[in-house]
């Protein structure tokens, strides 16, 4: 019983093996070559990276956003430093003299200051000074002298002052390094999508490749059984297997290309400051106009109105902040007129009892005779000025322009893509029927080859003017407005 059992499947065995080893005679003058052409495609698991997805990461990941955040934060640092300038200030003075036991002076000056907008500063100082060698100009009562004031500028100085205008620059400061992030971000997205886009393009070129070559394949083996039974010519076989080897040459070629732009579109992926990279399972997908519309669309940001375009509204802080230097540099012309008043009293309780007998006041003039160095610096603010101005009217036209044209591509795409969707069909349909004149005798391999030729490039402008209309859509947003994260 076990030997009937063991020969059972010995039989089995070489049954199955049968089509492998047996029957020499199927296949009778293949060579090496033609059996690696007819070596099939191998079945992968592929993983989809979704525009979605990958555009996900890129605007939560990538350094470059966190340098573009950095922009923002220089703004605000600026903003916080101009304020500064109108922080209460603290001043303590001390100064003394000792000597083989003899107190020369001892000086104590304690001021506390509060910086105001129109150049006027309120001050309350106290002093107290003693000494055999006190200079008499600052001799005190006993006890100290405390003082109340104010100084301002009544010319250079009053309506705009160097303080007046750091602020105000800073805050304008802050507007352009906000629009300046944004202009950092877009581009990042802008070109982050074409890296998509382009590895879109390049892996369905590879799937044409790949579902030509198995159509070249099957029909090597149609034709080469055609020879074996003395239906077809010899030639027939030599001229398909050419065909598949070019095809198999040509989707080496296009793997290898697809494989560089993965690598490339890899240059925009991080995760927590790691980059990442594209594995060969790893394949992109086609988006629809809907999902693009919606991924490159953002609130707040993408508008129709240049005056909101990041880049005219960073050209519009920046010419506003010259027109601010403008006038701090015009108001220089003025002479220079600073007073001073301060009300002294030696008994911190006669402050409710105002004296003006007892009192401290000072004035100071100053005027340049020519002001050549005010007055170029005037011309050099409005030259500076004007160059800005003229800037923010090119690059005006310059988006305009650009938004038309891109609008004008998107209208041309679409129609382009209705046609070779046509000329696809038709293709194919002709195809078809050289098919079926081959079958019948009535057409050659060449008539077929060429014809399936001619559908693989309509395949091809048709996936490169998909990726030409997506990257148009891009454009477009791109123009409009800018990205966020």
Do not use: C
Request: no cysteine; net charge positive; hydrophobic share 40%.
């Amino acid at each position: 019983m076990k030997k009937i059992l063991k020969y059972s499947i010995v039989l089995i065995l070489f049954s199955l093996l049968q089509p492998v080893f047996g029957q020499p005679d199927t296949l009778p003058n293949y060579k090496i070559e033609e059996r690696k052409a007819l070596k099939e495609l191998p079945e992968e698991v592929k993983y989809v990276l979704t525009f979605e997805e990958y555009l996900g990461y890129v605007k939560q990941h990538h350094p470059l956003l966190k340098q573009a955040n950095l922009k923002l934060s220089v703004g605000e640092a600026n903003l916080l430093r101009a304020r500064g300038g109108f922080d209460p200030k603290i001043e303590v003075d001390y100064n003394r003299k000792k000597f083989k036991n003899t107190e020369y002076y001892d000086e104590l000056n304690t001021t506390f200051k509060i910086p105001t907008w129109y150049g006027i500063e309120l001050k309350a100082n106290f002093e107290e000074n003693t000494g055999q060698f006190l200079n008499p100009s600052v001799t005190v009562p006993e006890g100290g002298l405390y003082s109340a004031g104010v100084s301002f500028s009544l010319a250079q100085g009053f309506f705009i002052n160097k303080r007046m205008a750091t602020l105000k620059k800073a805050k304008f400061f802050l507007d352009q390094t906000a629009a300046e992030r944004d202009l950092l971000v877009n581009n990042l997205i802008f070109e982050a999508s074409k890296a998509y886009f382009e590895w879109v393009k390049a892996y369905n070129e590879q799937t044409i490749y790949e579902n030509f070559l198995s159509n070249a394949v099957m029909r090597f083996k149609g034709v080469k059984r055609g020879v074996d039974v003395g239906d077809k010519a010899a030639i027939d076989s030599i001229e398909a297997k050419i065909v598949v080897q070019n095809r198999r040459l040509n989707l080496e070629a296009v793997r290898l290309k697809t494989r560089k732009i993965a690598l490339e579109a890899s240059n925009y992926l991080w995760l927590n400051s790691v980059p990442l990279q594209i594995r060969e399972k790893i394949v992109p997908e086609l988006p629809n106009k809907a999902i693009l519309s919606n991924l490159l669309y953002l609130e707040g940001i993408t508008s129709i109105s240049q005056t909101n375009h990041p880049k005219i509204r960073s050209l519009n802080a920046k010419i506003t902040g010259l027109e601010i230097d403008r006038a701090y540099k015009r108001n220089k012309l003025l002479p220079k007129l600073d007073l001073q008043y301060n009300f002294i009293t030696a008994d911190m309780g006669n402050f409710d009892n105002f004296n003006t007998s007892n009192y401290k006041a000072g004035v100071n003039f100053s005027f340049p005779l020519f002001l050549r160095k005010e007055r170029g610096e005037v011309r050099l603010a409005n030259l500076k000025l004007q160059d800005v101005n003229y800037e923010r009217i090119a690059a005006s036209l310059n988006i305009q322009n650009k938004i038309d044209a891109v609008y004008a591509s998107i209208d041309s795409l679409e129609e382009q893509q209705e046609l070779i969707s046509d000329i696809v069909v038709n293709y194919e349909t002709l195809l078809i029927a050289e098919e079926r004149k081959f079958q019948l005798g009535e057409s050659s391999l060449f008539l077929i080859n060429s014809r399936e030729q001619k559908l693989i490039q309509a395949n091809l402008k048709a996936n490169e003017l998909q990726i030409k209309f997506l990257n148009a859509n891009a454009s477009l947003y791109n123009a409009l407005g800018i990205s966020e994260q």
